[in-house]
Every structure is written in C-alpha cells, then in structure tokens.
C-alpha cells in the first residue's frame, strides 16, 4: 500500500481547515503545555469525500509528534462480529504478551474483558453483563492511553463498526477531554446508527461540532489532473473531469490514473471521453472493468468482497476454488488495475479493497445466490483455518436455512462464545439463526433455552416466549428442562410478573420425579413467592416453608437456599430474632457465593439483611462488602452491583452513618439509571435515598426527587425494601400532609397484614400511621403504636424495639412520655442504630429540658449525620441556656475505654450492672451489633 499513500500525501488538496484543526488538536495533545489534553473530533461526509486520507494523513503526523496510535477500521461485512473494532484498537499494544502478564496488566478485568478482546478464552462461569464489559473496556483503554500517552486513536468509517464496539466508543468520547488522548472518527454521517449519535453532538475542544468534508472545487480538481498528467492539461479538460467526478476525490484520483493509463490527451477535444471513463470507476462500469480481467480474477474478487477487510490471500483462494498459482496472479491482476491493495505495509498483512466503494459495489455485484453460497464456502474455510466458531458465524448469518446440524452446531458455539464474553446481542442473532435452519427435533428444545439465555436482558418478553416454546418441545433430558423452568421464573420475575413465576415452578413440581430436582424447584418457587407483595396464600407458604427447612441438614446449596429463605421468611413475620439468627446461622456455615452460575443472588442478599433487622449489621455489611467484591469481579456492574451499593446504604442508614448511605445509594442510583427506570432495582434506590435524605432533613429535596423518578402510584408487584408505599406515606407525612398518608398506609396495613408480615423493624407502617392519625385520633395512635411496640418485642431487636418506644410516648399522654423515652434510650444506647439514638435522646432531654441529654443528642446526631436534627436539638439546648459542644470526628476505631467497656459487659453477660453505658454504647454502635452479638463481634475485631 505504500504507492497507495504516497498518493493520498500528494492528493490531499483543499483540506486545509481540517488539517489545521488536526494540527492544533495534535500539538495540545503532544505539547508541554500544563491545560494541554485530549480532544474529540469527528469527520463526516459521504463516501468518497477523503475521509480516509485524511485520517491517514493525521496518522503521519500523530507518529510524528510521537504519539502512541490506536487505529481501526469499521468494515460493512463485520458489522455482526462483537468487538471486531475494539479488538482492532487494543490486541496490537498487547500482542505477543504472555499469559503473566496479560494477567498482571489487566489486574482483575483478565477474565472479563480478555474473552472480547480476543485475548483468552472465555471461563465457565455466568458471563459479565454488557455494562460490566464496557466498564472494563473503558478501564483497559484508559490504562493504556496514561501509560503510553500522548495517544491518538482513529477509527475510520465508524458507521460499520460493530454496535459493541461504536456503542462502547461512543459512551467513552467525553473522557478524551480529560486524558491525553485525541479520539478521531470519520463516518457516513447517512449511515452512521443511533447508538452513536454522541459522535455528532459532542463538541471537540474548540467547541467544534463534527467536521462535514465538502466536495472538491474545479480548480482542486483541476490541480489534481495536473499533478497526475502534467501542468499542460488545458481548462476545459479539467471543468469536465470535475464535472463527471462531482468534486468527490476519490473519483477524481481514480479519473486521473485512468487517463495516465490509458495516454489520453488532456485537451478539449478528449474531455467528452471522461464521463464513460469515470463511470468504469463505480457501479456497473467497474463491474464491466472487473470482468474484462478474466473469471479466476472475478471470483478471486468476489471471495475477497465477501471476507471483507484484512483478506488472508489463502484464505480467499479456497473460498473462490482458486489454486495459490492463480490466487497469485489474480491478486496481481487486481493490484494493477487499482481494486486491490496491502491492507498495510506489515508482511503477512493480508489484503484489503482500495476503497470501500470498490469493495460494496462488487460485493453488491454477485449474483445472490452464489453470494450466499460464497458465504457458505468462507465459513467453511474460517473454521478450517482454525479462526473459530465466532469468525464463522458472521457468513453463516448470510446463508440459507438449509437443515444442516453442522451449521447449527457452529452457530450455537459461536453463541456460546459470544455470550460468556459479553455480548448477548450478538449471541441472540446467531441463536435465532440456528432455529431457522432448523436444529434437529430433539436439539431445539436446547437452542430456544439457550436463546432464551442470550435475550435475557435485552428482551425479556421475547425470552419468555423462547422459554415457553422450549418447554412445549418433547426434553428428554431432566436437567434441561429444570434449567428451562427456572429461567422462565426468573425472567418472569424480573419483569414483575412475580405470580406467573410462580406458577410456572409449581406446574413443574409435580411432574419432577427426582428429589434433589424438586426440591430446587420448590426452593425457587419459595423464593419469588417471598418477593411477590400480592401473595394470596402467604401463611400457608410460610408454614410449608418452616416445615421443609427445619428438617433440612444444609447438605447442598439447594438445602442451603432453602434455609435461608425460611431465615428471610421468619424475619418479615417477626419470629424471634434468635430464631432468625440460628437459621442465618446454619446457611453461613459453609461459604455461600453471591455469584454461583445457575443460581440468583437473591438468597445471599436475603440472610444478609435478615442480618442487618436482627442489629447485626456490622455482619450484614461484611456479607455485602464481600458479595459486591463477588459481583464486580464477574464484571456484573449492573443491576448487581447496583441492588450491592443501594442496600449496602441502607445497612448504613440502619446504623446511624446517614452520609455514607447517601454517598453510597448515589453510586447504586448512576448503576440502576444505566439499567432503567421502572427496574426493581430502581424502585429499591430511591427508596433507599428518599428515607436517607428524610433522616438529613432534607424534605424537599427527597419530593423532587420522587417528583423526578415517578416515584408513587402504582408500587411495584414485587416486594421492595423498605417498602415503596411506605416510604412514600412517610414522605407525604414529613411533607405536612397527615392525611393522604394516612390512606397510603392502611392501603400498606390491608396488604402485608393478611400476609402475615407484622414486623415493625422490617415494615414501621403502624408507627407511620400512628403519627398521621394522632391529631384526629389519639386513642387509635396509641393503639397503633402499642401494637408495634408488642411486636417489637416479640422479635426482640433493640433498634426496632426503640423506635416502637419513642414512638409510642410521641403519640402518648403528656404524663407517660417521659418513661417511653427513658426505656428507648436506655434500649437503644445497647443497640447499633445510632441515628434512632440520637432521635431517642433528643426526644428525651426535649421533653425533660436536660442540657446534657441534649448535648449528647447533638453530638450524636451530628456523627451520624442527621443535620436537621442536631440543628433543631442545638436550638432546643442553647433555648435552655446551655453551651454549644465542640465539633468532634468520627473515629471507627474502638477507643481503648470502649474496649475495656465491651469487654467487661462480655465477661458480665446476663449480670452486667444496669444503666447506661456511654462507652459501651459507642462500641455496639462501632461494631455494628448488639448486647447478644457483642461476643462475636468483639473476637472478630482486629486489636
């Protein structure tokens, strides 16, 4: 190619703006200036224009400003293959790196974005979700443009770029300002699909919107004539080799090597020879031009168009039956007469069309049937080439169903492959491919799971009806059809039919004769059931559920999940914490992954927060801290690890360290806006936020932003916790409005008490209640808050029980206040919620005007974040004259006097003196447990 880009360096002509932006972009990227840095620019213009050249061009001078250079070309026949553009950009800076290295430059993103690049194989396992697999993209190209900056990297004709990769890009474009990196795209601005659109509306440094490529003047034209034939070609000549070509300068390159070719004269007399001239460059006149080069040469052409870019020559000479004597000379040919060219100067580099028209409109050319045959062929050779499934399978997307098992089985490896790297839109294609063929009778049943699979999370309606398909198929196989019911549950599930998943796994049930296969369906049909708010038959499930678990041993996952979905079931109904706690207890025992292939991550969040409303939080976080780090080294950085950020923040709501759940729902609201609004996940976030911001004091900022997110009527099918509608009432209460929250919560009371679920730590609806109705209805508010306070007790958590307290003497008689507040501090002293405390105590020293239980109120407060109410305790205190307290930090380290304090109450156990403790105190608080969990806690703690 090196004659090819000798003559675009010659051609470049009225580019001159273009080519000073790029110098302007080049020298900031490469110059010592300290506000130096990247840029993004966008080249567009239809085909033809130079877009190419130009990038070539800015290529050269990158390299000569010693730029590292990331370059890559989209190509019209590659368009189906996942990450062929990203694998153009990356796999060249790491070729002919070991596995150790590859391992240690990669650090944990090896497994996940290694299979896309094409840099290892795929491991077994679930496969990173589509975002996980950007963010790792992002991560590795960030990684290299900082070790090996400045860099420029180039992807030309955009528009054909895999939607993987362009969408990938496309996300990544605003980061260029803010790296030295310069990203440049060139595109058919006609073509160019609406997943990139970022590229035609995100400005470059100089506030520039992509750069459109006018068509030649005559005189550029005329100049280029000139500087092809020779400064004697008259005007006249020139106008019309201007006039046939359109100012497109490819065309007119190409004009001007046709006329040095053919010796013809540059005067006026010979210019009406140049319209039959240019059109031998395109369309049916370079079909006509190709065909006079004899029919080897054709179909060696017509192998190439059909392979598309970086052409193996071997590889295109079995694809058109050619042996490597004519595939040599049909190569030749095809050099000389300007259709072919070195894809680059490397040896070995393969072959490549001189110009993407060149390379359509032949392909454009072959009759369609032997087009399709052609693809047929190359597939073939690819596999025998030893290029892979996922190589083939582009061209066996362009085949005719012709009942053939080889093709089905290359397409569902392919799928296969794709799926486990990260690209399930890819997958879906070639599995929908693979049913039309068709797959033999007893083999479909597995494409439509395997399909099902693949459109998961691009399309869940589709995929129920791929799962469904697959089990009316006759499945012989008893694993496959248990795989199939569960998918079918759990898509269903997702997408908030939580009855129909259930029913689905109970019509199985029966039928499935083996007991370690019922009993997972039965463990499943258990779990959505636990999740589905309209239940109608939840005490009876509940009691079928405590039947079957209780005289489990724990001896496999299966029997593990079970038990820790009776742990979650004897949370909501209010049983004994210490009965929730031994069955936590038993499911813990053995390692229990949040990331297990075939199983969700709903059970191991389950026994986690069956933790935190037990006052273990400081455990429960442990057990996120621990699936999260499982979730993002799957490279799951979705709804995963967004449900892992957003109740990892309540668990520190629970604990009093409002800022760090607020910082942390924020991180799981950026994850669940990527995922979508509606989503489960997204109803669990802004409820989360709404009561962080609630417990700040931030009202009005917590309506927007239920105003924003739709956040009200209708609440979803699917239990969320806390509970939507009731964080909604308490909305509307902290708002003024008693009455319409009122109606919100006995909406709640007529839901969850017919279920059984009556535990106030899990669901404060009867203490919410109690609040709206007790202007209108005192009697009917203590009623109410006596009855949470009874159920508080019952399930014996200190944080529920102290809220229940504090509670109950704000809707109390003047005369009983007092004894309510005394009992919920010293309750809550002994407990981890360090913002109920602190409400506790503000209460307490409000109604007894104590200026040191409002200073201690203040600090509290203050620690854990509530502003509102160390603000309004502040006031209260300095109200009764006393001294405003220092501003302390938080220090999460034990102090050694906190030490000493938890471990004498440990050594007293039952015995420990009473009254309140402050030292003790601040370390239940610290380690995140209560008065019975202080043992473990305390042994676990690092000295």
Same mark, same amino acid.
């Given at each position: 190619?090196?004659?090819?880009?000798?003559?675009?360096?010659?051609?470049?002509?009225?580019?001159?703006?273009?080519?000073?932006?790029?110098?302007?972009?080049?020298?900031?990227?490469?110059?010592?200036?300290?506000?130096?840095?990247?840029?993004?620019? $966008?080249?567009?213009?239809?085909?033809?224009?130079?877009?190419?050249?130009?990038?070539?061009? @800015?290529?050269?001078?990158?390299?000569?400003?010693?730029?590292?250079?990331?370059?890559?070309?989209?190509?019209?026949?590659?368009?189906?293959?996942?990450?062929?553009?990203?694998?153009?950009?990356?796999?060249?800076?790491?070729?002919?790196?070991?596995?150790?290295?590859?391992?240690?430059?990669?650090?944990?993103?090896?497994?996940?974005?290694?299979?896309?690049?094409?840099?290892?194989?795929?491991?077994?396992?679930?496969?990173?979700?589509?975002?996980?697999?950007?963010?790792?993209?992002?991560?590795?190209?960030?990684?290299?443009?900082?070790?090996?900056?400045?860099?420029?990297?180039?992807?030309?004709?955009?528009?054909?770029?895999?939607?993987?990769?362009?969408?990938?890009?496309?996300?990544?474009?605003?980061?260029?300002?803010?790296?030295?990196?310069?990203?440049?795209?060139?595109?058919?601005?006609?073509?160019?699909?609406?997943?990139?659109?970022?590229?035609?509306?995100?400005?470059?440094?100089?506030?520039?919107?992509?750069?459109?490529?006018?068509?030649?003047?005559?005189?550029?034209?005329?100049?280029?004539?000139?500087?092809?034939?020779?400064?004697?070609?008259?005007? &006249?000549?020139?106008?019309?080799?201007?006039?046939?070509?359109?100012?497109?300068?490819?065309?007119?390159?190409?004009?001007?090597?046709?006329?040095?070719?053919?010796?013809?004269?540059?005067?006026?007399?010979?210019?009406?020879?140049?319209?039959?001239?240019?059109?031998?460059?395109?369309?049916?006149?370079?079909?006509?031009?190709?065909?006079? @080069?004899?029919?080897?040469?054709?179909?060696?052409?017509?192998?190439?168009?059909?392979?598309?870019?970086?052409?193996?020559?071997?590889?295109?000479?079995?694809?058109?039956?050619?042996?490597?004597?004519?595939?040599?000379?049909?190569?030749?040919?095809?050099?000389?007469?300007?259709?072919?060219?070195? =894809?680059?100067?490397?040896?070995?580099?393969?072959?490549?069309?001189?110009?993407?028209?060149?390379?359509?409109?032949?392909?454009?050319?072959?009759?369609?049937?032997?087009?399709?045959?052609?693809?047929?062929?190359?597939?073939?050779?690819?596999?025998? =080439?030893?290029?892979?499934?996922?190589?083939?399978?582009?061209?066996?997307?362009?085949?005719?169903?012709?009942?053939?098992?080889?093709?089905?089985?290359?397409?569902?490896?392919?799928?296969?492959?794709? @799926?486990?790297?990260?690209?399930?839109?890819?997958?879906?294609?070639?599995?929908?491919?693979?049913?039309?063929?068709?797959?033999?009778?007893?083999?479909?049943?597995?494409?439509?799971?395997?399909?099902?699979?693949?459109?998961?999370?691009?399309?869940?309606?589709?995929?129920?009806?791929?799962?469904?398909?697959?089990?009316?198929?006759?499945?012989?196989?008893?694993?496959?059809?248990?795989?199939?019911?569960?998918?079918?549950?759990?898509?269903?599930?997702?997408?908030?039919?939580?009855?129909?998943?259930?029913?689905?796994?109970?019509?199985?049930?029966?039928?499935?004769?083996?007991?370690?296969?019922?009993?997972?369906?039965?463990?499943?049909?258990?779990?959505?059931?636990?999740?589905?708010?309209?239940?109608?038959?939840?005490?009876?499930?509940?009691?079928?559920?405590?039947?079957? $678990?209780?005289?489990?041993?724990?001896?496999?996952?299966?029997?593990?999940?079970?038990?820790?979905?009776?742990?979650?079931?004897?949370?909501?109904?209010?049983?004994?914490?210490?009965?929730?706690?031994?069955?936590?207890?038993?499911?813990?025992?053995?390692?229990?992954?949040? $990331?297990?292939?075939?199983?969700?991550?709903?059970?191991?969040?389950?026994?986690?927060?069956?933790?935190?409303?037990?006052?273990?939080?400081?455990?429960?976080?442990?057990?996120?801290? $621990?699936?999260?780090?499982?979730?993002?080294?799957?490279?799951?950085?979705?709804?995963?690890?967004?449900?892992?950020?957003?109740?990892?923040?309540?668990?520190?709501?629970?604990?009093?360290?409002?800022?760090?759940?607020?910082?942390?729902?924020?991180?799981? @609201?950026?994850? =669940?806006?990527?995922?979508?609004?509606?989503?489960?996940?997204?109803?669990?976030?802004?409820?989360?936020?709404?009561?962080?911001?609630?417990?700040?004091?931030?009202?009005?900022?917590?309506?927007?932003?239920?105003?924003?997110?739709?956040?009200?009527?209708?609440?979803?099918?699917?239990?969320?916790?806390?509970?939507?509608?009731?964080?909604?009432?308490?909305?509307?209460?902290?708002?003024?409005?008693?009455?319409?929250?009122?109606?919100?919560?006995?909406?709640?009371?007529?839901?969850?008490?017919?279920?059984?679920?009556?535990?106030?730590?899990?669901?404060?609806?009867?203490?919410?209640?109690?609040? &709206?109705?007790?202007?209108?209805?005192?009697?009917?508010?203590?009623?109410?808050?006596?009855?949470?306070?009874?159920?508080?007790?019952?399930?014996?958590?200190?944080?529920?029980?102290?809220?229940?307290?504090?509670?109950?003497?704000?809707?109390?008689?003047?005369?009983?206040?007092?004894?309510?507040?005394?009992?919920?501090?010293?309750?809550?002293?002994?407990?981890?919620?360090?913002?109920?405390?602190?409400?506790?105590?503000?209460?307490?020293?409000?109604?007894?005007?104590?200026?040191?239980?409002?200073?201690?109120?203040?600090?509290?407060?203050?620690?854990?974040?509530?502003?509102?109410?160390?603000?309004?305790?502040?006031?209260?205190?300095?109200?009764?004259?006393? =001294?405003?307290?220092?501003?302390?930090?938080?220090?999460?380290?034990?102090?050694?006097?906190?030490?000493?304090?938890?471990?004498?109450?440990?050594?007293?156990?039952?015995?420990?003196?009473?009254?309140?403790?402050?030292?003790?105190?601040?370390?239940?608080?610290?380690?995140?447990?209560?008065?019975?969990?202080?043992?473990?806690?305390?042994?676990?703690?690092?000295?």
């Amino acid at each position: 190619m090196t004659e090819r880009r000798t003559r675009m360096r010659r051609t470049l002509v009225e580019r001159e703006t273009e080519l000073a932006i790029v110098d302007e972009a080049l020298d900031l990227l490469a110059g010592p200036a300290p506000d130096g840095g990247g840029a993004l620019l $966008a080249f567009s213009g239809p085909a033809g224009l130079g877009k190419t050249t130009l990038l070539a061009e @800015l290529r050269r001078r990158a390299h000569a400003r010693s730029c590292t250079v990331l370059a890559a070309r989209g190509g019209e026949q590659e368009q189906s293959q996942p990450f062929h553009v990203a694998r153009q950009l990356i796999q060249p800076q790491l070729a002919g790196t070991s596995e150790h290295e590859l391992r240690a430059a990669l650090g944990s993103w090896y497994s996940i974005v290694g299979p896309a690049l094409g840099l290892c194989a795929p491991e077994q396992g679930s496969p990173p979700d589509p975002q996980g697999l950007r963010d790792g993209l992002d991560w590795v190209l960030t990684h290299l443009v900082v070790k090996r900056a400045p860099v420029t990297l180039v992807l030309d004709d955009a528009h054909w770029a895999d939607p993987e990769s362009l969408g990938w890009l496309a996300a990544y474009a605003p980061r260029a300002e803010h790296l030295p990196l310069l990203l440049v795209v060139a595109y058919r601005p006609d073509e160019l699909p609406a997943h990139a659109d970022a590229f035609r509306t995100l400005p470059g440094r100089s506030g520039q919107r992509p750069l459109s490529l006018a068509p030649l003047t005559a005189p550029a034209v005329a100049t280029l004539v000139r500087e092809a034939i020779g400064e004697h070609a008259d005007d &006249a000549f020139c106008n019309e080799a201007w006039a046939v070509t359109t100012g497109n300068p490819f065309e007119a390159v190409e004009l001007t090597a046709k006329i040095r070719d053919e010796g013809l004269a540059p005067v006026e007399a010979s210019a009406p020879l140049l319209r039959d001239l240019a059109a031998a460059q395109r369309g049916s006149g370079l079909v006509e031009r190709l065909e006079r @080069l004899g029919p080897s040469t054709v179909r060696f052409a017509w192998a190439c168009a059909v392979l598309g870019t970086a052409i193996p020559q071997d590889l295109a000479a079995r694809v058109a039956a050619l042996g490597a004597e004519e595939a040599v000379d049909a190569t030749g040919r095809l050099r000389e007469a300007r259709i072919l060219s070195a =894809a680059t100067e490397e040896p070995d580099a393969g072959l490549e069309f001189v110009h993407p028209l060149i390379a359509t409109a032949i392909y454009r050319a072959i009759p369609d049937a032997l087009r399709v045959a052609l693809h047929g062929k190359a597939a073939a050779a690819v596999i025998d =080439a030893g290029l892979g499934p996922s190589a083939a399978a582009r061209h066996l997307l362009e085949t005719h169903p012709e009942n053939d098992p080889w093709v089905v089985r290359t397409l569902r490896e392919a799928a296969g492959e794709n @799926l486990r790297a990260g690209a399930p839109e890819a997958a879906r294609r070639q599995l929908a491919r693979a049913l039309r063929e068709p797959p033999d009778f007893d083999e479909r049943a597995a494409v439509l799971y395997e399909l099902g699979c693949a459109s998961l999370l691009t399309e869940p309606a589709n995929t129920v009806n791929h799962l469904r398909a697959a089990l009316a198929e006759p499945v012989d196989d008893p694993a496959l059809r248990q795989g199939i019911v569960i998918r079918l549950a759990q898509v269903l599930a997702h997408s908030d039919r939580l009855a129909e998943a259930s029913e689905s796994l109970a019509r199985e049930i029966p039928h499935t004769h083996d007991v370690r296969a019922r009993l997972r369906l039965q463990s499943e049909q258990f779990m959505w059931d636990a999740f589905n708010a309209a239940e109608t038959d939840s005490p009876a499930r509940s009691r079928r559920l405590a039947r079957l $678990a209780d005289r489990l041993a724990g001896r496999d996952l299966t029997e593990r999940y079970v038990i820790g979905l009776r742990t979650w079931d004897a949370c909501l109904r209010g049983e004994p914490v210490e009965v929730v706690l031994h069955h936590a207890g038993r499911v813990l025992e053995q390692p229990f992954s949040w $990331a297990y292939e075939d199983r969700g991550f709903e059970v191991p969040v389950l026994v986690a927060m069956a933790h935190m409303y037990a006052d273990r939080p400081g455990r429960a976080d442990e057990l996120f801290e $621990a699936g999260t780090a499982e979730f993002e080294r799957q490279g799951w950085r979705g709804a995963h690890l967004s449900f892992g950020y957003s109740l990892r923040a309540y668990i520190r709501f629970r604990r009093g360290r409002l800022a760090e759940a607020e910082e942390l729902v924020r991180a799981g @609201l950026q994850l =669940a806006e990527r995922v979508g609004r509606g989503t489960p996940v997204h109803w669990y976030t802004i409820a989360i936020l709404i009561t962080t911001l609630l417990a700040r004091g931030r009202t009005d900022e917590a309506w927007a932003l239920a105003r924003e997110h739709e956040f009200g009527r209708p609440f979803p099918a699917a239990v969320v916790f806390p509970d939507s509608q009731t964080v909604y009432a308490e909305l509307l209460l902290a708002r003024g409005d008693a009455k319409a929250a009122a109606a919100e919560l006995e909406e709640v009371d007529r839901r969850l008490t017919p279920r059984g679920i009556q535990n106030p730590a899990w669901c404060p609806w009867q203490l919410h209640l109690a609040r &709206a109705v007790a202007g209108e209805d005192p009697e009917r508010a203590r009623a109410l808050a006596g009855d949470a306070l009874r159920r508080a007790r019952a399930f014996g958590a200190p944080s529920g029980i102290g809220q229940a307290l504090r509670v109950s003497a704000e809707v109390a008689a003047p005369g009983d206040r007092a004894g309510l507040l005394r009992e919920a501090v010293a309750v809550l002293a002994t407990s981890p919620a360090e913002y109920e405390l602190a409400r506790a105590l503000a209460a307490l020293g409000t109604e007894l005007r104590d200026e040191e239980l409002l200073t201690r109120a203040v600090v509290t407060a203050r620690e854990c974040g509530a502003d509102a109410l160390a603000a309004e305790s502040t006031d209260t205190l300095l109200g009764l004259g006393g =001294a405003l307290p220092c501003r302390t930090s938080r220090e999460d380290r034990l102090t050694e006097d906190e030490l000493r304090a938890a471990e004498r109450a440990v050594q007293a156990g039952p015995a420990r003196e009473p009254g309140t403790d402050w030292e003790l105190s601040a370390a239940c608080r610290k380690l995140g447990t209560d008065l019975t969990g202080l043992p473990a806690a305390l042994a676990a703690y690092p000295r």
